[in-house]
Structure formats: C-alpha cells, structure tokens
C-alpha cells in the first residue's frame, strides 16, 4: 500500500518499526509517502513540526481488520452522489434479529463505494465525522450512536478470487489470513488449537468484549467462479465438498450458529 500524508516541510526521516528502518520521502506535491505491505500508518503532527518522531507514528490495523476511512476519503474528495441513506437502514437493524443485511443491485451500481463507506462510518480506529459532514445520514438520531463504534472486518471477495495460486484452496486461506491478523491485533487472548474464524472471533469476543461489524464485498464472487455444488448430502466421509460448499458453510458458521449473536 502507498499511503500518502499531509505534513510539514521535512526531507527524509527514518522511522524504526518492527525492526527495519521506514523512510518517508517528500514528495514534489509536499507529502510525504512511504509503502508499507499490510499496514496503514497515521501521523499526528503538532504545528510547525520540524521532524518526525516514532513516538508521533500511531500503527493501525491494515488488511482486513479496521481499514480506516482513507477510501472513503478519496470518494467524497471528488463528484460525490450522496448514498448515505443506506446508513440509517443499517443501523436500525443493529443487535436485532434482522442484523444481516444483504445489498443486491445491478453491476456499476455503487456497491463497492457503498461498502467503503459502511467501513468509514462504523469503524472505531478512524474519526469520520468530518467525511459525513452535510451529508443525509448526519441528519439522521442514530448517527452519533454508531460512528466510529465498532472493528471492522472488511473482506473483498474479488481479491481471492483474482488470485490463481489460492484458488482450490479459497476458503481456507480466507480463514488463514483473516485469522493471522486477528490474532496479530488481538495477541491476549487465549485461542482454541485448530480454531476456525467463528471460534476466533467468539474467543475475542468473550475475553474483550469488542464486538465486530463483518462487511464482505463481492460476496457472491466465489458463487460466480465455482458454480458446482455436492450439498452435502449422503454420508459426509464420502461427499467430497466443493469449493461452493466450504463457502456455504463458512457464511452459515459466521452468520446462522449460536456464536454469531
């Protein structure tokens, strides 16, 4: 990821993270910019700043686990058709029965940008106030109740799919490295051995108390891509599942079991 900040006039500054040396260069525009693999990096500068510290670089979570608004950000920046409507629809629903929502609309549509937007407004790592400002869901009672309140799990389907390397084995790396940034974010809490997403997220749950806002992009993807379905039927030790199966039963542990509540 190249994430690129508005500061103060410096030239090069070293910044020691997780053992290697990060170098942010100005850039000709007067930002400064510096690719990091997996991780967002926020600077809180005072005024007239002359250098950079670590103690000024506040870390983030990056892939999957609270992306922040950056996105979003980038969106409203430009020509912006307000859909933030969509806001209050969702958070009525919020710790019902009626919690899951599934947003289905023609291709090019705005979905993915509808999204980023969900992941701006919910997510507890950012402060997206300002993006919303004049905005419809601003007028709405319940949008100082749920901004900036939960950890987001962002999940683009796309992105596996796209990959040739991961795809007879889709599913699980999908657990995998949702599961491997969980626990880099969450290194306390005791896990079962050969936990599954469900039993992560459930043990995060149950020794912090954070709850989790779960937004999958192009959730259908894997439906697009791997058609053919066993469905389980017959004696499980002689139906091999399908790729379309594991994903099945994924979003039914996620979504349709007891520890989903």
Same mark, same amino acid.
């Given at each position: =990821? ?76 430009? %020509? ?10 969702? =958070? ?37 106030? %300002? ?12 949008? %100082? ?72 992009? %192009? ?43």
């Amino acid at each position: =990821n190249l994430i690129l900040f508005s500061v103060p006039p410096c030239l090069c500054v070293p910044i020691k993270q997780q053992e290697r040396n990060v170098y942010l260069t100005l850039r000709k525009d007067n930002l400064f910019s510096f690719p990091l693999p997996n991780r967002f990096f926020v600077l809180s500068l005072p005024p007239n700043c002359g250098h950079i510290t670590p103690a000024t670089v506040k870390q983030a979570m990056g892939t999957y686990i609270n992306r922040g608004n950056i996105e979003f950000r980038d969106i409203v920046s430009h %020509e912006y058709v307000d859909k933030t409507s969509l806001i209050p629809l969702i =958070n009525a629903r919020l710790n019902s029965e009626s919690r899951y929502s599934c947003v289905t609309r023609c291709r090019r549509f705005g979905k993915s940008m509808a999204a980023k937007m969900l992941c701006a407004y919910y997510d507890k790592s950012c402060d997206s106030r %300002e993006l919303f400002r004049g905005l419809k869901a601003e007028q709405d009672k319940t949008f %100082e109740t749920y901004l900036n309140k939960y950890n987001v799990l962002y999940l683009d389907v796309t992105s596996f799919t796209a990959r040739p390397e991961v795809r007879k084995n889709i599913v699980r790396v999908i657990q995998e490295e949702i599961i491997n940034e969980l626990k880099e974010a969450f290194p306390d809490v005791k896990y079962k051995d050969n936990s599954d997403l469900m039993d992560v997220l459930s043990s995060i749950t149950q020794s912090t108390g954070e709850k989790f806002f779960f937004i999958i992009d %192009e959730w259908d993807a894997i439906c697009r891509e791997f058609p053919e379905r066993q469905k389980m039927k017959g004696d499980p030790d002689t139906v091999t599942p399908t790729i379309l199966d594991e994903y099945v039963m994924l979003l039914r542990r996620l979504f349709k079991t007891q520890d989903s509540d």
